[in-house]
């Protein structure tokens, strides 16, 4: 067994003595956020520069609270045979206060190991385990992807037949991934972190014949040009059809509202949510 796998097998045991409970009743897809605690030099720090440690750390919870919004308003506008759950998959390991306190309504799945796509099956796994017919993994780094395409891969996944959901990114890597069978050799042989993880992910589904349903490409924010259109998108009016990402629009007003990243004006203090943390406790 090697340490992948070792720390999956804690995981899963850990999560198979909290959650056994919500096998009974669980809604038909969950949804698990691919989520990092927001603690200063850990989180968003491709953001820096432009952006300071603590200022890509207040970022990282307010695109948190934004995400775990949209899947909300998705389950509320889902079709009457479609229900679904959110989940946060985390890290690192002791940060699971982090999450309790910011969203007390979303169930955890401790999800942290050295291969990213060890962290996508584990997360899969797990919400199968929690009785699921149907799974999702979502990046924390969309905070106003259109609520209709959450929705929609619900729908899709509610489908006879086993298919999965694919959402690529605008960099090469994919936004979302819906199952209805926790599909291995979909995560592996993937270059994860370059612009060749969804191609990738494709050939694995060709390879074990499996229908997939594409979805539009959207965006990850994970560098200043991606911020630029982030802020001209929640301000400007700049998409169609985006998730109004109320929290991550309230700290671009009161730190950057005229967009420019990388100096701060004299700001409007942020809502509560989405305010400035000193310090996350991990």
Not at 26 to 31: E, K, P
Not at 66 to 71: A, L, P, Q, R, T
Not at 131 to 144: E, F, I, Q, W
């Amino acid at each position: 067994m090697n340490a992948s796998e070792a720390g999956r097998e804690a995981h899963s045991g850990v999560a198979a003595s909290d959650h056994a409970h919500r096998k009974v009743g669980a809604a038909s897809c969950g949804i698990a956020v691919m989520a990092k605690a927001s603690a200063p030099g850990r989180a968003k720090t491709r953001l820096v520069p432009p952006l300071d440690y603590d200022a890509a750390a207040a970022l990282n919870t307010a695109f948190l609270h934004d995400v775990f919004d949209n899947i909300l308003l998705a389950a509320s506008r889902a079709a009457p045979d479609v229900t679904i759950a959110a989940y946060a998959a985390y890290g690192p390991p002791g940060s699971d206060d982090f999450f309790r306190r910011r969203f007390p309504g979303v169930d955890l799945i401790p999800a942290w190991f050295s291969d990213f796509g060890a962290c996508l099956l584990h997360a899969i796994e797990q919400m199968f385990a929690r009785g699921h017919s149907a799974a999702m993994v979502l990046n924390a780094d969309s905070p106003t992807l259109p609520t209709a395409l959450l929705s929609e891969s619900a729908a899709a996944l509610a489908r006879p037949g086993d298919r999965a959901v694919l959402g690529p990114s605008s960099d090469g890597g994919y936004y979302l991934l819906g199952l209805k069978t926790a599909h291995r050799r979909l995560f592996e042989d993937i270059a994860w972190s370059t612009e060749r993880v969804a191609e990738q992910t494709r050939e694995r589904a060709r390879e074990i014949g499996l229908e997939l349903d594409i979805l539009p490409e959207w965006y990850d924010v994970d560098d200043a040009a991606s911020l630029r259109r982030l802020h001209a998108e929640i301000f400007d009016g700049a998409a169609p059809t985006p998730h109004r990402a109320r929290h991550t629009a309230a700290l671009l007003s009161a730190l950057w509202p005229d967009g420019v990243f990388g100096r701060r004006g004299k700001p409007r203090m942020p809502t509560a949510d989405a305010r400035m943390p000193s310090g996350a406790t991990i």
